[in-house]
């Protein structure tokens, strides 16, 4: 296999490779800002230099030269090389700042030339703390600047469009945003304008930059000239804690960061999972996280005289449990949800089959058109695949609509989901009708017609599974805290270094802000137990999970471990072949 | 009191959304026009190749380039707004903005520079009461300080709007340029004729040109002494 | 040859040379005064003679040690030897005429008074690199000579000298040319494919080179003007006849264009290896004002300028210039006299290269305008000592690789061997250097030259 000889220590290697990116894959850090694996190279940020060798070989006979130790005499390029551009070849040695005087100076000497025009705002730049020029520039730049000249002034807080907000002085060119609307998004939104120390990126005069995936770019712009309109001033990064877990706007089930301060979420990023969203993530998946913090209830409510009042949770289970225990099981509909996880699906199941009932069926929520083959799909539920998996059909809503509207049923029990907003049925066809409601705004239309309102808790708060159009299943995390103590949400929310060294607006260390609902894995085996049904997981979700993937075909493989951050893919199954 | 405030930008983003200096009917190609930008088309493996061209034709036929000509020329081409735009402000003899009816680009790189190039960019900008990059108020001239326009053996020089140069300048020369373009006459094209061809030719090497002029001593840049 | 006792010149016995490039004929520019001169019959003997294989052509031009006159130097033959073997990609020939370098304009004469010598040339190198399109990109200023390009390129193309099955053999091209719009960075070779092929002119990395991936990624070969112009004459001659003109490092014809203090400026031509005091002192009548010399910048302004002490016996060529770190770069060169302002002069330069980086890559991007700003600021007379060492400094932080393209080397070169060569002229205008740094920010923006807006 071919070598390749770095700072000293030799690798092996395979195939094509650049050589930055190889380094990288090693763990070997190297300064860059203009690189991005996902892009074209246009090795223009300089920074990522390094000193390069080959094998001097004898010009007649092609042999490579050995020293009188017989190793080989080693031909260094005359220039440094941005690694960026280079190939691996056989016998390469290389040279990092690491061993090299020479390449460090070159680094250090390119960072005083980026901060030369830099305004050095980082106190009041949305970007420090997760700056690439900013952190680079501390461990590789120089300790001052001898720059004494006016800075170029470039035009700033320029509203890109929506979403994105560009202050030009901070630019780099890097050009990672122009490429990005070129190569990755396609609209071609974004040009660099003008030349020379003028230069940065811009949409056309009066053209507004709406792509739909234009925030990328404020994630992959290595400087704050690109921020989040929405989320400027609005938190320090180090004042927040982030939780892997997955977006559940769609049915991509793209991977991200969930950012929360004092038990809110601020913001949400993308999370590199190159088997389903790679580096991206839409605009809609982003701007939905006020949907965590707003309009969130306040603990369970059940009908008396007519008007839902609040009760305590003991009392809600126990109203559900008396409406499904007194209801004829042929005159109970169970509404499972392609919004709730894998485990809250299959654990209402469970409860239908316990009270004698027809298997639950869920709504799909399909906006034909809204897709575009990326990133966005038609399908606005997370797990409706995952459903389906678990043989919970979608619903025939014309008939079932009708059923409703002639008061077929005695009892509707939906799982974390709205029919009348979804417009399955009116609310005034419910009149009639008692409903289970698990619920996860104040803003859902079901709600006033609900004779038990249990909160629900959300993707951010929960521990459970989806599996997205693909079939991938992929494991949530509770990124904030609710109300009560729930052991296995504690367990979940682990430590990590944010919590290990928090501050005050951490996750953990705040009561504020935190809403009183329950996850549906916790609700569904206390109604179960009031119904004298046994339905008790005593592990949580892991457990329910265990049970799905050990008993149904249709998940097999699909543990905790398994998925672990990324998620794992379950075999195709035939369509209805599913439980 | 500082007058720094931090609601108005120190440099104001180019007007994004200023009011059209053309109209959509304004905004067609003649049938000439497109039969030349087909042509062109096919002088490259890809359309987008002929933009300068096209930015080139529009200059002449609008005068100079607001967006909404930049993006008339990228459509012609199905090229995005963004890409034209980003192509003709990279270039600087692409007029983005309205220019006076005669742009004087008086050379003051350096080859003109030791030669009085600035001495003859301060006495137009003294004679017509601007300043370079400025319009006259009637509208009638703008002055620029150019770059090298290769031209150095006849220097100071300049170029008229993006065509003509006028060679050897001095400042009775220049009093009579103004004089002639204010009268609507821009100079015909001068030939330099090689000072070999002098002896050879008897400086005569182009018959079918009005006007032929040879290198000559330089003048020296009296600001710099 | 001369007798009394200057040194004896590379270029040989150049009074007596006949000038092939630029003959002395009238109204040469005319399609049938050029063929009644013999034009186009060299391409027409290469096409018609089956033993002239196109290979051949790229032989002779090896053979004739000519070298690329766009400024950079490299061997024409050997470039051409970089095109890889046919295959179902088409493939260019990228003909430089954006002769932006300040200070050269002698492609110029070549457009005008000899355009289809250049076609010509264009046509035996596209024979013998297989080249389906030449792209003749012009700098924009060149409106009038565009114009009368396209007029006599026309004729080219009516008589069948261009086109179709080029007279009557089966071998075919095209001519286009492309008008630049003001941007000296479209003379790099890479930036100018760019440019080509519309869009924004930012250079590109090498590897791949052009021969492998040039315009719209096809096997591409540039070359300049004047390069091309040579082209027809080696055919004719013979590449090893033409070799024995001029210096052995560089042979053949040259144009030089003689610019600045002296007497009689204009564009020359003589073989290459001309003494530098024989062109400033015998070709133009001497300095001008009868001043003594203070400088040279022998071709362009990327080349490092040369003291007047040292150009005795001083020719144009690389071998000779490489002696005090110089070049003949576009072989135009700039005189300069005694009262000629050093730090001015090269203020002025650092200004051109801050006006025309790209702004790609960030060395070439901030230290071009930092380094004017420097300049700007010794030149007003707010100078400190210790500015000149930073300029010297910041000079070697950007050439030398740290960028894509050599624009950063070109800008650099003169900056720092000015600086170094008429340091005293530097410090004169410097005040001493009190505080290691600034100190003085207290009188806010003002304290230094204005920035560049």
């Known amino acids: ?579 | 009191m500082s007058s720094f405030d931090i609601q108005r930008p120190i440099v104001e983003l180019p007007d994004q959304n200023p009011d059209p200096e053309f109209s959509d009917e304004e905004l067609v190609w003649t049938d000439a026009e497109e039969e030349k930008i087909e042509a062109w088309k096919e002088q490259y493996p890809e359309d987008q190749a002929a933009i300068m061209k096209v930015l080139w034709l529009a200059q002449e036929k609008f005068g100079y380039l607001p967006p909404e000509v930049i993006k008339f020329c990228g459509e012609t081409l199905d090229m995005s707004f963004s890409q034209a735009y980003g192509v003709a402000t990279f270039y600087h003899q692409y007029y983005k903005e309205e220019k006076g009816t005669y742009v004087l680009d008086v050379c003051t790189c350096f080859s003109c520079q030791v030669c009085g190039g600035y001495d003859i960019l301060h006495y137009l900008e003294e004679k017509l009461g601007v300043h370079a990059g400025e319009t006259t108020d009637d509208g009638l001239f703008t002055v620029q300080e150019a770059e090298c326009l290769g031209s150095c053996g006849s220097a100071p020089m300049m170029e008229i709007t993006n065509g003509v140069y006028v060679h050897n300048l001095t400042p009775e020369k220049i009093d009579d340029l103004i004089e002639s373009l204010r009268a609507g006459e821009v100079p015909s094209f001068t030939s330099m004729t090689l000072p070999q061809d002098e002896e050879e030719l008897g400086g005569n090497r182009r018959t079918d040109v009005e006007s032929t002029e040879t290198y000559q001593t330089q003048p020296r840049a009296e600001h710099m002494e | ?453």
């Open chain 3, 1 to 453: 040859m001369e007798a009394n006792g200057t040194p004896q010149s590379p270029a040989g016995d150049w009074r007596s040379y006949e000038r092939m490039l630029l003959p002395p004929i009238q109204d040469l520019h005319k399609l049938d005064v050029y063929t009644k001169h013999g034009g186009y019959e060299r391409l027409r003997r290469v096409l018609e003679d089956d033993d002239v294989a196109p290979d051949d052509i790229t032989n002779e031009v090896k053979a004739s040690g000519l070298t690329g006159r766009g400024g950079a130097g490299f061997p024409t033959g050997v470039k051409w030897t970089f095109m890889p073997e046919p295959d179902d990609r088409p493939r260019f020939l990228g003909v430089n005429g954006d002769e932006s370098e300040p200070g050269t304009f002698k492609d110029r004469q070549v457009m005008e008074y000899n355009p289809h010598l250049m076609f010509e040339g264009i046509l035996l190198a596209g024979y013998a690199m297989h080249i389906d399109t030449a792209y003749v990109y012009t700098r924009g200023e060149y409106t009038d000579w565009i114009a009368l390009m396209a007029e006599q390129l026309e004729n080219a193309y009516e008589a069948g000298y261009v086109g179709e099955d080029i007279l009557g053999s089966d071998f075919s091209m095209d001519i286009v040319l492309h008008k630049g719009a003001g941007a000296y960075i479209c003379g790099e070779e890479t930036s100018l494919m760019e440019s080509l092929e519309g869009k924004r002119g930012y250079p590109r990395y090498k590897p791949p080179f052009p021969a492998q991936k040039g315009i719209f990624s096809c096997p591409t070969t540039i070359n300049n003007v004047e390069t091309l112009a040579h082209v027809p004459l080696i055919v004719q001659e013979g590449g090893d006849a033409y070799s024995t003109i001029g210096a052995e490092d560089m042979p053949g014809a040259a144009l030089y264009g003689m610019s600045g203090h002296v007497k009689q400026p204009g564009v020359y031509e003589y073989p290459t290896g001309m003494l530098l005091s024989d062109l400033i002192y015998d070709v133009c009548g001497g300095m001008a004002r009868g001043e003594d010399l203070k400088a040279v910048v022998p071709g362009g302004s990327s080349v490092p300028p040369i003291r007047a002490d040292q150009i005795d016996g001083l020719s144009m060529n690389d071998e000779s210039l490489g002696e005090v770190g110089s070049r003949t770069g576009t072989f135009c060169p700039l005189v300069l006299d005694e009262e000629t302002d050093m730090v001015s002069f090269t203020r002025r330069v650092a200004h051109f290269y801050q006006d025309e980086t790209c702004g790609q890559c960030t060395p070439c991007r901030e230290g071009t305008g930092w380094l004017e700003n420097i300049l700007a600021r010794i030149d007003e007379g707010e100078g400190r000592m210790r500015d000149i060492d930073l300029i010297l400094e910041l000079c070697d932080n950007m050439d030398g690789g740290r960028t894509i393209c050599a624009f950063a080397d070109g800008a650099v070169g003169p900056i720092r061997a000015a600086v170094k060569r008429f340091r005293d002229e530097f410090e004169a205008k410097c005040e001493a250097s009190v505080y290691p740094v600034s100190t003085d920010v207290s009188a806010g923006p003002d304290s230094a030259v204005a920035a560049t807006e």
């Open chain 1, 1 to 579: 296999m071919p070598i390749v000889t770095i700072d000293g220590t030799t690798y092996e290697y395979e195939g094509d490779q650049k050589l930055l990116q190889f380094c990288l894959n090693q763990g070997i850090e190297l300064p860059h800002f203009c690189y991005h694996p996902a892009m074209s190279i246009p090795a223009n940020c300089r920074q990522c230099l390094v000193k390069v060798g080959m094998p001097k070989k004898d010009r007649e006979t092609g042999e490579v030269e050995l020293d009188d130790d017989g190793d080989p005499v080693i031909q260094f390029f005359p220039q440094l090389q941005a690694s960026c551009t280079i190939d691996l070849q056989d016998g390469m040695v290389v040279e990092t700042h690491r061993t090299s005087e020479e390449v460090e100076d070159a680094q250090t000497d390119n960072l005083e030339f980026l901060l030369a025009n830099h305004p050095l705002d980082c106190p009041i730049c949305d970007q420090a703390g997760h700056c690439p020029l900013q952190i680079q520039a501390y461990k590789y730049g120089p300790e001052g600047s001898r720059f004494e000249f006016r800075k170029v002034h470039k035009p700033k807080r320029v509203k890109l469009g929506p979403r994105v907000t560009l202050d030009a002085e901070r630019c780099i060119n890097c050009t990672r945003c122009t490429r990005f609307t070129d190569e990755i998004s396609g609209s071609g939104q974004l040009s660099i304008t003008n030349r020379g120390v003028k230069n940065y990126p811009m949409t056309a005069p009066g053209e507004e930059f709406d792509d739909p995936y234009s925030m990328n770019t404020i994630d992959i712009c290595p400087v704050g000239a690109l921020t989040s309109t929405d989320f400027r001033f609005k938190a320090r990064i180090w004042e927040m804690s982030s939780t892997p877990s997955i977006t559940t706007t769609n049915a991509t089930g793209a991977n991200c960061h969930y950012w929360v301060r004092d038990n809110q979420v601020l913001r949400i990023t993308p999370r590199q999972n190159m088997k389903v969203n790679e580096y991206w993530l839409p605009d809609e998946d982003r701007l939905v996280y006020n949907k965590f913090n707003d309009n969130r209830p306040d603990g369970p409510h059940i009908r008396r005289d007519g008007t839902l009042a609040g009760a305590n949770w003991q009392q809600a289970f126990a109203k559900a449990a008396a409406l499904l225990g007194s209801a004829d099981p042929e005159r109970i509909l169970f509404l499972g949800s392609a919004h709730a996880t894998v485990e809250d699906n299959y654990l209402l199941t469970q409860l239908a089959d316990a009270v004698g009932a027809d298997a639950p069926r869920y709504i799909p929520h399909i906006e034909p058109g809204a897709g575009d083959d990326w990133l966005i799909t038609d399908d606005k539920t997370p797990n409706a695949e995952g459903c389906e998996r678990l043989g919970i059909q979608p619903i025939d809503e014309q008939l079932v609509g009708t059923r409703l509207a002639e008061g077929a049923y005695d009892l509707v029990y939906v799982l974390e989901d709205d029919p009348v907003g979804s417009g399955l049925c009116s609310a005034d066809d419910l009149a009639d009708t008692d409903v289970v409601l698990h619920y996860y705004n104040t803003t859902n239309e079901t709600l006033p017609r609900a004779t038990a309102a249990l909160p629900a808790a959300m993707v951010v708060e929960t521990v459970g599974t989806y599996v997205n159009q693909d079939g991938r299943a992929q494991r949530v995390r509770p990124a904030k805290e609710i109300q009560g103590v729930n052991r296995t949400l504690m367990m979940e929310m682990g430590t990590n270094r944010e919590d290990e060294h928090g501050t005050p607006f951490d996750r953990w260390h705040n009561d504020e802000n935190r809403i009183n609902c329950k996850p549906s894995w916790e609700i569904l085996p206390e109604v179960a137990k009031k119904l004298g049904e046994d339905l008790d997981y005593p592990k949580g979700p892991k457990q329910v999970m265990d049970e799905v993937q050990s008993t149904l075909e249709a998940f097999e493989g699909a543990t905790y471990d398994a998925m672990g951050l990324k998620g794992t893919q379950l075999e195709d199954v035939e369509a209805g072949a599913a439980a």
